[in-house]
């Protein structure tokens, strides 16, 4: 577990010199899942992009799939959706720099080194492009540690640290890198809102760039009639 802290922060340092940095640009996100029973639960998500500050809106994605909860600490999903790309300048400027459709299962692992969670994620991405077909592969390590009273049967606060590495089959190899610092406040054991700083490193494109993001996120869960009102563990928050 310490190696693989170290090797993220490693790369992530690594590319801090490397990349031209552009302004703040916002990255918003709408998620909302059902918990269905123990086992099986399902969710919808869109996320909005832009370059500027809620300006130069570039990119959308809407996705859905389904969870199945092989054990309590390990999840698999089966995601699809659609990932629109538009040109930086301007807001939605067409024409589109990329049309894709993805297809992607995922492993999530779940772990604890004392209060601070640790979830891990592995992803697999087929995804069908405008200019052709590619793979891609992903590995995310979120830490979180939640912190204030607990006067509803959880701790209304939680501050995570994650960061996201991705690599394909052709070259270039090492495509991106994300870094992610947040802070969390449930609203109650079904609304959760996120506030956080994202640092996006892009390899694969002519000079590598660095862009910074404003993370705003609202969370949803509903649960059935048989489940108890727990809340999701999921510490990254980004399905």
Do not use: C
């Not at 577990?1 to 992530?12: E, N």
């Not at 994605?61 to 199945?68: A, D, N, P």
């Not at 089966?78 to 790309?85: N, P, R």
């Not at 994300?178 to 640092?199: A, D, H, I, T, W």
């Amino acid at each position: 577990m310490r190696k693989t802290i170290g090797v993220l922060f490693l790369v992530s340092m690594a590319l801090k010199g490397t990349a031209q940095t552009t302004g703040l640009g916002t990255w918003n996100i709408f998620n909302t899942k059902f918990t269905y029973t123990e086992k099986w639960s399902f969710f919808a998500e869109g996320q909005l992009r832009s370059l500027g500050f809620y300006n130069q809106f570039n990119y959308h994605e809407l996705k859905g799939g389904v969870h199945y909860s092989i054990r309590p600490s390990v999840l698999f999903t089966l995601g699809a959706g659609s990932y629109q790309t538009y040109q930086p300048s301007g807001n939605f400027t067409i024409p589109k720099t990329n049309s894709e459709f993805r297809l992607w299962p995922q492993l999530i692992v779940l772990t604890n080194l004392g209060r601070i969670n640790i979830e891990q994620r592995f992803r697999t991405e087929f995804r069908w492009q405008s200019s052709g077909f590619r793979n891609r592969y992903r590995y995310r390590m979120v830490a979180s540690y939640p912190f204030g009273a607990a006067t509803k049967g959880f701790k209304p606060w939680q501050v995570s640290v994650g960061d996201e590495i991705f690599f394909g089959k052709q070259s270039p190899f090492f495509e991106q890198n994300r870094l992610q610092l947040s802070l969390n406040y449930r609203l109650s054991q079904e609304m959760l809102v996120q506030l956080g700083y994202l640092n996006q490193v892009l390899v694969a494109t002519p000079k590598a760039t660095r862009n910074h993001y404003l993370v705003l996120g609202y969370y949803l869960e509903i649960f059935g009639k048989r489940m108890k009102h727990e809340g999701s563990n999921i510490a990254g928050k980004d399905f």
